[in-house]
């Protein structure tokens, strides 16, 4: 009987380092812990990332599968966490490009769209609708790096620190490389106002 069995087959009691020690001697139900406790998170990544349930659900699938085959290359210097979100950053961005090579993606199809109470002002439901399509549009023109690091920023609330953990680089990097983000979606956002 393996020690997760023996903790009520939830796996409580055991941290992510010791699942991933088990996960990397090849006990799976270790693993389908770790998948367990980071579901949400790589789901929740993935439709950011994608704007589509049925893409993310791929992209959060794909992801799993990929940490498991490489989970006898982790190697602890960073966690679980952090590691698990740059495989599924790495696969939506993978899946993405495939879907567009092949033509799959259709803009209409691809975000759903904002909810708001068309009773209280119609007009503003039609400018809302507007903006969320134009910035919706001037997102997806930015490279998936500078579109991620935006949506973390802008969208998450994360703080610096927290995305330089993320895509593992400095604080430093992070805030160039959101400033450099901004700038060109500025740009982007400025060529569809003329």
């Known amino acids: 009987m393996s ?3 023996k903790l009520n087959n939830n796996g409580e009691g055991i941290s992510n380092s010791e699942l991933v020690k088990k996960s990397q001697l090849g006990e799976k139900a270790a693993f389908e812990q770790l998948v367990i406790r980071h579901q949400e998170l790589v789901f929740s990544l993935a439709y950011k990332l994608t704007g589509n349930r049925e893409m993310a659900n791929d992209v959060a699938q794909e992801s799993f599968i990929r940490a498991w085959k490489a989970i006898e290359k982790f190697r602890g210097d960073s966690t679980f966490s952090t590691w698990i979100y740059r495989i599924t ?3 939506a961005w ?3 490009k495939k879907a567009k090579k ?3 993606l259709n803009i209409d199809d691809t975000y ?3 909810v708001i109470d068309e009773k209280k002002d119609p007009e503003l439901v039609a400018i809302n609708s507007d903006l969320s399509s134009v910035l919706i549009n001037a997102l997806d023109k930015l490279p998936i790096e500078q579109r991620i690091i935006v949506e973390l920023k802008n969208i998450e609330g ?3 620190k927290e995305i330089a953990d993320y ?3 400095s604080v430093t990097a992070a805030k160039v490389r959101l400033h450099r983000a901004h700038q060109k979606l500025r740009l982007i ?3 569809v106002d003329r």
């Open 167 to 169: 895509l593992d680089i």
């Open 94 to 96: 993978t899946l993405r």
């Open 102 to 104: 092949h033509n799959t």
């Open 158 to 160: 994360r703080s610096h």
């Open 112 to 114: 759903e769209p904002i």
């Open 89 to 91: 950053v790495n696969t």
């Open 3 to 5: 020690t997760i069995s």
């Open 189 to 191: 956002l400025e060529e």
